[in-house]
């Protein structure tokens, strides 16, 4: 217990630097990097499991309670199980290329939106490429006027622009064209846009 509380402390410490004050399951939702809230989730587990485990052994030995020793054990592993589960769930979207925040996605629509060399912003795509890199794809439709060079000068622009929102975005790629409901939803099985 000495040995993995003094681990669960670290995790904890790591992890209220990193989640600011939000809510403790919002922030592991949230997080990005799963090193912090597994090892904490783990050393938790862990620690509940001893305490479970030593409530079984006193209720056995001190208690005279035969079924507590196995009672205890069924509860540590259907808590293993939750744990597990838990985990699992949270770093699926991680492996399977989860998208950017909300929050992100918006700023970037705005910057967009506001400036002069844009008629529409088509789509904004991201996904997180690990837990400090996120790649950004946006499709505009650029005013009529604008030169090639123009465009070519506004995209590096918009790069530049985007990847000064969050420091996270490393990648990003514009891509010029006319503004199309394709763009907005994907394409359904069997028919073509």
């Known amino acids: ?6 681990s669960f402390l670290v995790a904890w410490k790591e992890f209220k630097v990193v989640r600011k004050g939000t809510p403790f399951f919002r922030a592991i939702r949230r997080s990005k990097d799963p090193s912090i809230f597994a090892v904490l989730l783990e050393d938790g587990a862990a620690l509940a499991g001893l305490a479970i485990a030593a409530l079984g052994v006193a209720g056995s030995a001190v208690l005279g309670v035969p079924w507590a ?6 509860a540590i592993g259907v808590l293993l199980v939750g744990v597990a589960i838990f985990l699992a769930n949270e770093t699926r979207s991680l492996l399977t290329g989860e998208s950017a925040s ?3 996605v918006e700023a970037v629509r705005a910057m967009l939106a506001a400036d002069p060399r844009i008629d529409t912003v088509a789509e904004v795509l991201s996904m997180h ?3 400090s890199e996120i790649l950004l794809g946006v499709t505009l439709d650029f005013h ?4 090639a060079g123009e465009i070519e000068d506004a995209a590096d622009d918009f790069a530049v622009r985007i990847r000064a ?3 996270r975005i490393t990648r990003v790629f514009v891509r010029s064209g006319r503004a199309r409901a394709a763009y907005a939803r994907p394409l359904e099985a069997g028919k073509s846009g």
């Open 129 to 131: 490429l690990g837990p």
């Open 1 to 6: 217990m000495l040995f993995e509380g003094g």
């Open 165 to 167: 929102i969050d420091p």
């Open 69 to 74: 020793d196995g009672a205890a054990s069924v």
């Open 102 to 104: 909300p929050r992100i």
């Open 144 to 147: 009529d006027a604008l030169t």
